[in-house]
């Protein structure tokens, strides 16, 4: 067996950002002590602590680090002072856009998935939801986050949406990739009966569809689509869309699987690669110990099937579900049993190191008396 060095950097962030992404590298450390892998963990500011510190929300040096790492750990960033102040000239989310454009992250994966143990949390009806398994590639350095904006001397404010042919092309073929390994089945998601980007995008995925015969391609308009997701998601594999209609959607795919705090993502382009729950700061939640860390705990997963580490991706996956089968799960899916966000992690990080049996383990998370690693 192959014992692998990787140099990962971390990027806490705001509000739970710090609470969520330590559990995922307790997770990450279990795996290396199991494994016998070697991982760094190099600790960078982004968002509103970078803002506090020096001013910028993403500092040269953080860029920098991760420009050489072989991939990136982000918590969340996001802070109320800025949210509340729309004339506020630097913003966390500046950081994380500039990142995700420098780094080249243009496909952001996030899996949905309708976990069995959790159906009864869902507000959905568990029949609609059993089985669902779908992928979210939403575009991620394009479209109107990143087009032209600003104010005109009438104070109209405008925001451009654009896109290149060859930024469809390219997450468009990673997408089609990914059907061909699933269920063989990808629908666009666009508005094309009023946007011309979107026209463009179902004129790209009908060029490149031939070379994927297998793949059956189909089109919904979004606002059709933001319903048929909560009312039939097994009809979706693979959900291809751009940048913000991407970001909708998944959050109101979090319903499926009963949390936001359960949906992890990667993002991932020529080179780079970060992994991040898709939820943000959260910053009611900060420092009481209620956020689920799973989503967090998950991406670290997308981190090692990156570094070509399925066996240790799949020992991450299944402590999870081993934490969903004991109901070791945070306030927001049952808040009878409610454990905190380090109880659930530790627990997850114990499932990994094969340590314990389920049970015992589970009144030592119910004390309180598990703080390994
Ligand atoms: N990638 C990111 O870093 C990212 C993503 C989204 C939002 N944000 C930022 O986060 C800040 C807060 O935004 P928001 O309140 O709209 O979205 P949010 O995702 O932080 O929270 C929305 C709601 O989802 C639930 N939730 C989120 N994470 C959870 C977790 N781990 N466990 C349990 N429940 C969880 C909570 O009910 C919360 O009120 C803003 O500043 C925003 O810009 C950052
Ligand atoms: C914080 C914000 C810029 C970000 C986005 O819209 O991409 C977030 O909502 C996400 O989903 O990662
Ligand atoms: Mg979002």
């Not at 009611?284 to 956020?291: D, L, S, V, W, Y």
């Not at 009878?336 to 009144?363: K, N, P, W």
Request: proline share 5%; aromatic share 8%.
């Amino acid at each position: 067996m192959e014992f692998l060095s990787k140099r990962i950097v971390v990027l806490p962030g705001d509000g739970i950002g710090p609470e969520v992404c330590g559990e995922a590298v307790r997770v990450l450390k279990a795996v290396a002590e199991r494994f016998g892998h070697h991982f760094t963990f190099d600790y960078r500011l982004m968002g509103a602590c970078a803002i506090d510190a020096t001013g910028c929300p993403l500092p040269d040096a953080t860029l920098e680090a991760c420009h050489q790492a072989d991939a990136v750990l982000l918590g969340a960033i996001g802070d109320p002072k800025y949210d509340h102040d729309p004339t506020a000239k630097v913003r966390p989310e500046q950081g994380l856009l500039a990142l995700r454009k420098s780094l080249g992250l243009y496909a952001n994966i996030r899996p949905v998935t309708a976990y069995e143990q959790l159906l009864d949390f869902s507000p959905l009806r568990p029949d609609r939801i059993a089985g669902t398994d779908l992928l979210i590639f939403r575009e991620l350095t394009g479209g109107v986050y990143f087009g032209e904006k600003g104010r005109t001397a009438d104070g109209t404010a405008y925001d451009n949406c654009t896109y290149h042919p060859e930024e469809i092309e390219r997450i468009a073929h990673r997408a089609f990739r990914a059907a061909q390994g699933r269920r063989q089945k990808l629908t666009l998601v666009d508005k094309a009966n009023v946007l011309e980007t979107s026209r463009l995008w179902r004129e790209v995925i009908q060029s490149i569809a031939p070379e994927y015969p297998e793949v059956a391609v189909d089109y919904l308009f979004v606002d059709n689509a933001a319903m048929q997701l909560i009312l039939n998601p097994r009809q979706f594999d693979v959900i291809l869309t751009e940048n913000m209609f991407g970001d909708i959607l998944s959050d109101e795919a979090s319903v499926i699987a009963g949390s936001l705090g359960l949906l992890p993502s990667a993002s991932v382009g020529d080179g780079a690669a970060l992994f991040e729950p898709i939820h943000g700061s959260y910053p009611q939640a900060k420092g009481k110990g209620i956020a689920n860390p799973i989503a967090a705990i998950l991406s670290a997963a997308m981190m090692l099937d990156h570094f070509g580490l399925p066996e240790e991706a799949r020992a991450v996956r299944d402590a999870v579900e081993n934490a969903l089968n004991d109901q070791v799960l945070t306030p927001e899916l049952n808040n009878s049993t409610a454990y905190t966000t380090e109880q659930v992690g530790s627990f997850i990080a114990y499932g990994v190191l094969d340590l314990m049996e389920c049970h015992l383990h589970r009144s030592n998370v119910a004390c309180g008396k598990i703080t390994i690693i």
